[in-house]
């Protein structure tokens, strides 16, 4: 028989990057709250005011599903419930599920041991007669659970909505309360100052967690029990795993001459650190490793190890995997080895950029290892802290504060900002804030003034994070050991490098040839974006210096003026807001500018090698160029048709309504022709949709 492999569980960092042990993270979302009771405590699944009582004939997809939704509907109406018996059939399995009230039935009598004294409980079951009695039923094919009985009758009063959240079918201690609680009971402290404590983080009134102290007591005491008893199976499982990790690396070299590894050992020979990368990685930095994100968000709690990747992004605005590595501690040590280790995967090429989360010892870490690489932190990654760190605090003023601290965010000039930030830390009273003084102390590293112009590559859009979230999620959450991580990550590198073969018809908006100079140049990803920025171009005014240089203005004056300097000789064209410098597109008052120049084509410098087609040839085949063209030629004239039709029906009423009869008509047909004809041509290739928001 094959044993299974125990899920490695994988959670966030919980520590605070101010340093204190006492302070820590709250990831919004991300609590794991499988189990039945987290269900019915969140109460999301069904409001209150679309629930309806259960009813004999109602149907549900499975009984769990049925528990769930009784579940929801038994604590909205002051009472819980719980599974009494189920029955099997040799045909369908489990057939029949019974739910009653908690309180249903009656407790049995418990027989004493001649001279045994104990303490006489009193029974909560009182023989209750609410229930929900469902029947298993094949329909189609398919398993449904029809409720057979149900009732809704009590012999007792029910709760209260302060009371019902007491009952032990909702008293959950949900996994990253849990992991607090245990760091505070090891650094000593009482039951119920654990639960003080954890009121206070969470901003709420005393009394009103989601469990009391003696879950707390009863959940330190069996988790004590469970450590002394897995504490040398946890270590020999890591030992094991991670000798069978080193064997897959060696493994993987003799298949691929250029996947690369390397290994860090503590004083007592065992493996501290450990990093690789494949060779389809190495080749995507040689082309891509301008930006590298690393991401050290995840720690396991089975290993004791810290997840680390370096990612990044391609031509077509996909997610790209560089390398990673399993590090021991989480300190400026150990992040200066995964640096050193990747640095030496990647032949000493430094990236433009790294962007990571905000860690004060990885801080450390980039400036001693990687002095000529400008670091920026995401601000993506850093809002949900604000919240975390200031929202209890300043109370209702809190919102008052993120609109001026995303207004700093905003500004221009270095000056400024310091001017603003220390009257803002004034207005609120917090000089003496830990948080404060460590967002200040990184600004270099996140604030607009500190990082205009840092290349970027669109890496900082709110699209691209969430699907790098959806991205690392689906990597952590499908591994059971060590060497899982080494083959998947393997097969994301080798996916991730494939060569891009579908084509997008991308319709030109302005009609310039600019534009459809770009078009021919660049991948769909990159030409959206400078299509966006080409159309915009046509709202700005630019008025010519003295000097040779342009004040360019949006024609309502929300933009503000940006001055762009044209250098005719050099063809360099350089805009105050640095978007190119950031993005590597050209941003829309610099397109207004060569436009009044009478440039129809962008220069060549300004079409930056990594968003540009990998080869024009192989991304359209014989003969797509000019269905392009002919395609583009024939969206026009049906642009100007239709243009004209809608104009002449709108004329009359007679008009608008025959038009709309006659053409509903002729549309419908034509598509059903269109269906029945061939998807695509023979020599053709398959269309999708791509977008610089479309990431992965």
């Not at 996140?446 to 290349?455: H, K, M, N, S």
């Not at 769909?524 to 342009?550: K, R, T």
Request: proline share 4%; with cysteine; hydrophobic share 35%.
């Amino acid at each position: 028989m094959v044993s299974v492999q125990p899920k490695t569980v994988w959670i966030k960092r919980q520590q605070c990057p101010c340093g204190d042990w006492k302070c820590f993270v709250v990831y919004e979302g991300d609590t794991n709250e499988s189990n039945v009771g987290s269900r019915l405590i969140k109460n999301d699944s069904f409001p209150t005011e679309t629930m309806i009582s259960p009813y004999v004939g109602m149907v549900f997809k499975s009984d769990d599903e049925a528990f769930d939704y009784y579940g929801n509907f038994a604590r909205k109406n002051g009472f819980s419930i719980r599974k009494e018996r189920s029955r099997l059939s040799p045909q369908l399995g489990v057939c029949k599920r019974d739910f009653v009230c908690y309180r249903s039935g009656f407790a049995p009598a418990r027989k004493k041991q001649i001279g045994e004294h104990q303490r006489e409980r009193k029974s909560v079951r009182c023989g209750c007669d609410s229930k929900m009695y469902l029947s298993k039923e094949i329909v189609d094919g398919v398993s449904q659970w029809y409720v057979v009985q149900f009732s809704n009758v009590h012999n007792h009063e029910l709760l209260e909505d302060d009371e019902v959240r007491l009952l032990p079918a909702y008293r959950k201690i949900h996994e990253a309360d849990q992991e607090r609680i245990l760091l505070l009971s090891k650094a000593g402290f009482p039951i119920h100052r654990i639960v003080k404590v954890l009121e206070l983080e969470k901003g709420i009134q005393g009394g009103h967690l989601s469990f009391l102290e003696r879950d707390v007591r009863n959940f330190i005491q069996t988790r004590k029990k469970i450590v002394q008893e897995s504490d040398a199976l946890l270590a020999e499982r890591r030992e094991i795993d991670t000798v069978d990790l080193l064997e897959a690396c060696r493994t993987s070299k003799e298949a691929d001459p250029y996947f690369v590894y390397d290994v860090a050992f503590d004083e007592n020979d065992r493996v501290e650190n450990v990093a690789w990368s494949c060779g389809d990685s190495v080749h995507a930095y040689d082309m891509f490793g301008d930006v590298v994100y690393f991401d050290s968000t995840y720690r396991s709690m089975s290993y004791g190890l810290s997840f680390g990747a370096w990612l990044g992004i391609n031509n077509h605005g996909k997610i790209l995997f560089f390398g990673c590595a399993l590090l021991q501690d989480e300190n400026p040590r150990s992040f200066a080895w995964a640096l050193q280790a990747f640095l030496r995967f990647m032949k000493g090429r430094c990236p433009q950029t790294i962007i990571t989360d905000i860690d004060p010892g990885l801080r450390e870490a980039i400036t001693s290892e990687l002095p000529n690489t400008k670091h920026f932190i995401s601000l993506y990654n850093m809002m949900p802290r604000i919240s975390t760190w200031f929202s209890l605090p300043l109370g209702p003023r809190f919102p008052e504060f993120k609109y001026e601290f995303e207004e700093l965010c905003r500004l221009e000039g270095t000056d400024e900002f310091e001017f603003r930030w220390n009257n803002m830390v004034s207005h609120f009273g917090i000089n003496s804030d830990k948080h404060i003084a460590l967002l200040f102390s990184l600004r270099m590293c996140w604030a607009l003034p500190y990082t205009r112009g840092c290349f970027l590559a669109r890496m900082d859009s709110t699209s691209y994070w969430k699907s790098l979230d959806v991205f690392l999620k689906g990597v952590i959450e499908t591994q059971t050991c060590l060497r899982g991580f080494l083959e998947q990550m393997g097969l994301v590198s080798h996916r991730k490098m494939q060569p891009h073969k579908e084509a997008q018809f991308m319709h030109l908006k302005t009609c310039l040839p600019i534009e459809e100079h770009a078009r021919s140049i660049l991948t769909p990803f990159a030409f959206s974006a400078v299509q966006q920025e080409m159309v915009l171009a046509m709202e700005y005014a630019a008025s010519e210096m003295s000097d040779g240089s342009h004040i360019v203005r949006h024609f309502k004056k929300v933009d503000g003026e940006h001055l762009v300097i044209w250098v005719p000789e050099d063809e360099q064209i350089h805009c105050s807001c640095k978007a190119f410098e950031s993005t590597g597109i050209l941003c829309r008052h610099a397109l207004r500018v060569l436009l009044l120049k009478n440039y129809f084509q962008i220069p060549s410098k300004y079409l930056l090698n990594r968003w540009r087609q990998e080869e024009s040839s192989s991304l359209l085949r014989y003969g797509e160029q000019n269905n392009l063209k002919n395609n583009d030629e024939w969206y026009r004239e049906f642009n100007s048709l239709t243009g004209t039709l809608f104009s002449e029906a709108a004329l009359t009423k007679e008009r608008s309504d025959f038009v709309r009869r006659e053409l509903t008509e002729e549309l419908t047909r034509l598509v059903g022709q269109v269906r029945e004809m061939p998807a695509v041509d023979e020599v053709g290739i398959d269309i999708i949709t791509l977008s610089p928001t479309n990431v992965l």
